[in-house]
């Protein structure tokens, strides 16, 4: 047979890295690379009906982990029900059919019980600025929240603008009568990934200035989102900003 034999890996599907992946590897060699498609091949996906219910999971569970299972918004419909979610720290979505509407029920669901959730991984759901929006309205009444992963989404320039200023706590106009709102000063979050969105240039600006004033801020992946897509102006003051807060 010519196929490629598959690469070694060791697979912990339970947050132990820092970043809180999905996937941890352990190689002898540092230059190998893993991909999505070495642990989930086309063959082996699912997908859960719509009218299965998954919100109980969140009523007792510490970790939450559905991944892979086609999951949207009306699998999440009932979790405004869910009065409490006394132990969930961490909770792994990625690669399920949310959407916007899946996105807000759940944010919706996290802040009305004031839950103590420290990492929230929502990849290749399909979320776009409006979700990513409001999740950024969300942030403020998730003081826990540290890590969050929204990678191969749709968030576009105005989504990923709203998430800096709210993570960044950046003063913002206040729509009702153009007078600038009295800055919040930064949030506790340390981890932000959007690889694989499109936060273009605006986009950039905005997270280079974040990066200057944030005094917690560890990890921001914004790899894949063009942002040398018109002029590489913005591109060099994320980069100036990220060399200046090292």
């Not at 009305?112 to 979320?127: L, M």
């Not at 950039?204 to 200035?209: D, G, I, K, L, T």
Request: glycine share 6%.
């Amino acid at each position: 047979s010519d196929a490629t034999p598959a690469r070694p890996l060791y697979v912990n599907n339970i947050n132990s890295q820092r970043l809180h992946c999905c996937f941890r590897t352990l190689y002898g060699k540092d230059e190998m690379e893993l991909e999505h498609s070495d642990i989930m091949q086309d063959r082996n996906l699912v997908s859960i009906p719509y009218e299965v219910d998954a919100c109980s999971a969140f009523a007792v569970a510490a970790s939450v982990d559905l991944q892979h299972l086609d999951l949207g918004p009306m699998n999440l419909a009932s979790l405004s029900r869910v009065t409490e979610m006394p132990m969930l720290t961490h909770i792994n979505l990625n690669h399920n059919s949310l959407g916007d509407a899946g996105i807000e029920a759940l944010f919706r669901a996290l802040t009305e019980v004031q839950c103590s959730v420290v990492h929230v991984a929502a990849s290749s759901n399909a979320i776009g600025d409006e979700g990513a929006a409001f999740i950024a309205s969300s942030l403020g009444s998730l003081p826990r929240l540290t890590s969050l992963e929204l990678c191969d989404n749709f968030i576009q320039e105005s989504g990923s603008i709203a998430l800096a200023e709210a993570i960044g706590g950046l003063a913002l106009p206040d729509e009702a009568d153009g007078e600038e709102a009295a800055p919040v000063g930064p949030l506790a979050v340390l981890s932000v990934d959007l690889r694989g969105n499109r936060s273009r240039e605006l986009g950039a600006r905005r997270w280079a200035e974040v990066i200057c004033a944030h005094p917690d801020l560890k990890f921001l992946c914004l790899a894949q989102n063009e942002l040398g897509c018109n002029t590489k102006e913005y591109f060099l003051d994320l980069v100036c900003a990220a060399v200046a807060s090292a």
